[in-house]
């Protein structure tokens, strides 16, 4: 299921009534038009384009703020799009940690790239979390993530990639829950 350009004001207007951050990944350009009047908290950008300078570039403008996957990308790649951002002038930059896999297994994480990520660019960095469970999120806390992704789902049985890895109410509720023990 794609959300349909009419939900998008429903779904800004949500997040605000309950004080949530308000973003959305963009894969084209025809996307632009539907998300730019309602302002977002953070350009999201997906690890699969990462290195779209393009489309990145025509996001400039969106928020002040950029959150960055860095899954499937090489470190000069990760540098390019860093020194393009600040170039065009965005100052929030965040990395995000990422395997980009669906799910993702427990032995393709790599938690110490959050220390990488760090002494290379010297921006906060976070942590996209393709695993099944909640764990791996909670150790990229104890590392020093600031950020972390994690997909949402109403039913993890639902058809489709991302359910399987997805926290669904309880499981996110006691996630947040660990991560601000850890805190």
Same mark, same amino acid.
């Given at each position: ?56 570039? +025509?996001?400039?403008? =969106?928020?002040?703020? @950029?959150?960055?996957?860095? %899954?499937? !990308?090489?470190?000069? *790649? ?34 110490? +790239?959050?220390?990488? =990520?760090?002494?290379? @660019?010297?921006?906060?960095? %976070?942590? !996209?979390?393709?695993? *099944? ?51």
């Amino acid at each position: 299921l794609e959300i349909q350009s009419v939900w998008w004001r429903e779904l800004k207007e949500m997040a605000n009534k309950l004080e949530l951050f308000f973003s959305s990944s963009i894969f084209d350009d025809a996307t632009l038009p539907v998300l730019e009047p309602l302002g977002l908290d953070f350009v999201k950008i997906a690890s699969a384009e990462l290195n779209n300078i393009d489309l990145i570039g +025509n996001q400039i403008g =969106l928020s002040d703020t @950029f959150i960055v996957s860095t %899954g499937m !990308s090489y470190l000069d *790649e990760i540098s390019e799009t860093v020194r393009f951002l600040k170039a065009k002038g965005i100052k929030k930059i965040v990395l995000l940690e990422c395997t980009s896999s669906y799910p993702a297994p427990p032995e393709s994480v790599q938690l110490l +790239n959050i220390d990488f =990520l760090k002494s290379v @660019f010297s921006l906060p960095v %976070g942590f !996209s979390d393709h695993t *099944e469970g909640i764990h791996h999120a909670i150790a990229a806390v104890a590392r020093g993530a600031c950020f972390i992704e994690k997909h949402f789902t109403m039913d993890k049985k639902m058809e489709g990639p991302d359910h399987i890895l997805s926290s669904d109410i309880s499981e996110m509720t006691e996630m947040v829950r660990n991560i601000r023990e850890i805190e």
